[in-house]
């Protein structure tokens, strides 16, 4: 009888084991899978021209060989408005590091929140360029907010679907903070 | 050892299932686990638009579980070129959500019908324009559909539209906990029913667990030890909590209505008659134990091996689960609803577990204390068992009383308070030098036993109120209002027909059994009011009685998402379901109330 309850303990013990350990692997996977080379047309980006709020152009070419920050975003996506504080924080603590805001959204709406919530970056409206670039860059939902970290050399290191935190941003980058 | 194990894993299951997900930072990285299988757009929201008569149509929004569209970027136009105009566009009023930013904001979370209406003929496509996000922290772009409107078959859409309208199930706004579920956050969902566990916790249902787990503990000599006291007590709330969840998910994969199947005259039967028993052995009149051959058997078996009575305190909060389910049955519903829906059944489970685990809380607290919050043996403790003897009777009128004639409950409420205050001296002379606390309890008592002489008169005078027993003496029969007359509805298809008949006039479906408390209490406290009555005249009054739980009683609650009764559903003067559908109890004020807002 002793050894019957040992058996059933030792089983249970298994099952919790083997659940634990298999929550920790789809943890794990979910993030190696982001780390694997995600896919992307980059050329795609440093082809465009966007202006900013105030009408100045932008040609996206002179940011190339930095690493770099590309965050799409819009004003009517509350996760995106959660995350830019952080962004620029991060912005600019590091100004070695390229950091472009990219709005799916219209030039008057952005003009608006930057009045109220000012950021050390500079926004550019993508109202109609946007949603191509995002395919481009592995976004084929179109979903908000969407961040892409690019290394100097041009190649896509990471992508973030949904908010991002400072630490994430940092560590794709391998930064210290 | 073995006991150290089984404390261990019982830690594990605790501390990595449960806070697992309560857990803040965790919760985001389940928001990042999953973000890569969101939904397309497409899925998360879908839109279809049909004609309703000649100069209104009407878009329906169907929203996936945690999903939410924005009210004031519903846009809907008439395309450039078309003929017809657009008058107004009816939109609900919606959900509010806190915007750090924007401040509050009215948003859809469920399916969501627009109401269009034309100056004149309408055209044949309109333009829609929508934006919402999901509750895992994505928004999706905005999207501009062109939906075409079939204006030919308009006489004959004005009959095939009853139907449609209704089958998409508006899901109620008021229902908080399948909301809370579709809402799709874990710590949400695991604080929730952790706190309705706990509120449940307050109510009579689980009294009698309290006594059976002080005997557990006394008896197996635990409350020398509060660590073995506590390990006690939490395998007996772990068994009563994974039986809980286990029961829930099995029911609400076979799409069985445990609430319904839970209240058939022969489980409220049961229920009281286990609370009669339990109430008699609190009264002392006999041990309440298995016969002593059994025990032997099962003592000896759990001592052969060390964490033994773990075990058998984990069955026995097993069985002990049956005995808190007639109190459940409600909460439950919203949890059932989500399961069978959709069959999430790790999400779904989940919050079972965490409302039985806030069920379980007070009695893990009787553990940690190792026995020192339970009242020591004397007198004290003979009264205290006394009411809760008087008290589990008490739960057992209540559950029974649904089976039970208004006068027979009277009867028995009143035998409630007759008998003890008798036995607490009601009747008998304080002696001379009476202590000022024996004073006290005697006042106590003669109010009890005059309050149970009103229970008796009202029973026989056919009063309304438990709490007004003497009302129909004191007033005259006047003023009681005549019943509600309401037409009976046997199947979907009779309703339809129904519906259609009401020649433009808004109709009120309610559903109705026979088991049913709130039914009863709406009946005796709702419809026969005079305000109320004043509110549904004009209308079309429908009933469906769900008592014996045919299939065609099953398809009709089906179609409004309703898992039992109670439940009232309006339709305007075009045959559309109307949202809310009320769910549960509302007295004569709310419900009056509700009516108001749906601008019938």
Redesign the interface.
């Known amino acids: 009888?002793?050894k019957?309850?040992?058996v059933i303990?030792a089983m249970?013990?298994i099952v919790?084991v083997g659940g634990?350990a298999y929550?920790c692997y789809?943890?794990w996977i979910?993030q190696s899978?982001q780390a694997d080379a995600p896919v992307g047309n980059v050329a795609a980006l440093w082809q465009a021209t966007l202006n900013d709020v105030s009408g100045k152009a932008y040609p996206l070419a002179q940011f190339q060989g930095k690493p770099a920050i590309i965050n799409f975003w819009?004003t009517?996506?509350?996760?995106?408005?959660?995350e830019m504080p952080e962004i620029s924080a991060l912005a600019k603590a590091h100004p070695e590091i390229v950091v472009l805001g990219l709005a799916?959204d219209e030039a008057q709406a952005v003009h608006e929140?930057t009045t109220?919530?000012p950021v050390s970056y500079p926004l550019l409206i993508a109202e109609n360029e946007g949603?191509a670039l995002l395919e481009a860059l592995g976004d084929q939902?179109?979903?908000?907010?969407y961040t892409v970290i690019l290394s100097a050399d041009g190649k896509l290191l990471h992508t973030f679907?949904?908010?991002v935190?400072r630490q994430m941003l940092e560590k794709a980058l391998h930064l210290t903070p | 050892m073995?006991k150290r194990?089984?404390l261990l894993?019982v830690w594990?299951?605790l501390s990595?299932n449960a806070p697992?997900y309560a857990d803040g930072a965790f919760s985001?990285?389940l928001?990042?686990?999953d973000?890569?299988d969101?939904l397309?757009?497409d899925e998360a929201f879908q839109v279809r638009a049909s004609v309703v008569d000649a100069h209104q149509a009407e878009v329906l929004f169907t929203i996936a579980p945690g999903h939410y569209l924005?009210r004031s970027?519903i846009a809907v136009t008439v395309p450039e070129g078309e003929t017809g105009q657009l008058v107004e566009v009816i939109l609900p009023a919606g959900e509010e959500k806190q915007?750090?930013?924007f401040g509050p904001q009215r948003v859809f979370h469920h399916d969501t019908v627009a109401q269009i209406r034309f100056a004149e003929v309408p055209p044949t496509t309109l333009t829609v324009r929508y934006?919402g996000?999901?509750e895992?922290?994505?928004?999706?772009?905005?999207q501009t559909k062109q939906l075409t409107l079939n204006a030919a078959v308009s006489s004959a859409a004005a009959s095939a539209t009853l139907p449609v309208s209704a089958s998409p199930a508006t899901v109620p706004d008021d229902d908080v906990s399948s909301a809370l579920l579709r809402g799709g956050q874990w710590w949400k969902i695991i604080l929730g029913f952790l706190g309705a566990g706990l509120l449940l916790s307050f109510t009579p249902c689980v009294f009698p667990m309290i006594p059976i787990l002080s005997g557990i503990i006394i008896g197996k000599q635990a409350h020398t030890s509060r660590a073995k006291a506590f390990s006690l007590s939490l395998a007996y709330t772990l068994g009563m909590s994974l039986t809980y969840t286990l029961a829930g998910i099995a029911a609400g994969f076979s799409g069985q209505l445990l609430s319904t199947a839970l209240q058939t005259p022969l489980a409220l039967s049961i229920g009281a008659l286990i609370f009669v028993g339990l109430s008699f052995s609190m009264f002392g009149y006999y041990e309440l134990k298995l016969p002593s051959q059994i025990e032997n058997a099962f003592f000896q078996?759990s001592t052969?091996?060390?964490?033994?009575h773990l075990f058998s305190d984990f069955f026995m909060g097993a069985i002990s689960a049956l005995i808190i389910s007639p109190c459940v049955a409600a909460p439950l519903a919203g949890a059932l609803l989500y399961i069978s829906q959709t069959h999430d059944w790790v999400l779904g489970g989940v919050a079972l577990f965490s409302l039985s685990l806030g069920m379980g809380v007070p009695l893990l607290l009787i553990g940690a204390s190792a026995g020192t919050l339970l009242p020591k043996a004397g007198p004290w403790m003979n009264a205290v068992r006394q009411v809760f003897g008087v008290l589990m009777l008490a739960v057992a009128v209540w559950v029974i009383s649904p089976l039970l004639s208004t006068s027979v409950q009277w009867v028995l409420w009143a035998s409630l308070c007759i008998v003890p205050a008798v036995h607490w001296r009601a009747m008998d002379a304080l002696p001379e030098n009476a202590q000022p606390i024996q004073r006290v309890m005697k006042g106590l008592a003669v109010m009890l036993l005059i309050y149970g002489i009103a229970l008796l008169v009202g029973a026989w005078s056919g009063a309304q109120s438990v709490l007004y027993p003497l009302q129909s003496v004191a007033t005259t029969a006047t003023s009681v209002a005549a019943p509600t007359r309401f037409q009976r509805v046997h199947s979907v298809q009779e309703l339809n027909t129904l519906i259609a008949n009401a020649a433009g006039k808004p109709v009120m479906l309610d559903f109705y059994a026979d088991w049913c408390v709130a039914c009863k209490e709406y009946e005796q406290f709702v419809f026969s009011q005079p305000a109320v009555q004043q509110a549904l005249s004009g209308m079309v009054l429908l009933q469906a009685d769900v008592t014996a739980n045919s299939q065609e009683d099953a398809a009709l609650l089906k179609q409004f998402g309703l898992f039992g009764p109670p439940g009232i559903v309006f339709f305007n003067g075009q045959g559309q379901t109307l949202s809310p559908i009320i769910k549960g109890y509302q007295d004569a004020q709310q419900f009056v109330a509700t009516l108001q807002r749906l601008h019938l």
């Open positions: 009888m002793h019957t309850a040992q303990m249970l013990l919790l634990g929550g789809r943890y979910s899978s819009a009517w996506c509350e996760p995106c408005r959660d799916i929140f109220t919530t949603m939902k179109g979903v908000l907010p679907f949904g908010r935190t | 073995i194990i089984f894993m594990m299951l990595v697992l985001r990285l928001t990042q686990e973000s890569q969101f397309p757009v924005y970027r915007d750090p930013n934006q996000c999901s895992k922290g994505l928004c999706y772009p905005p078996w052969r091996f060390k964490g033994g």
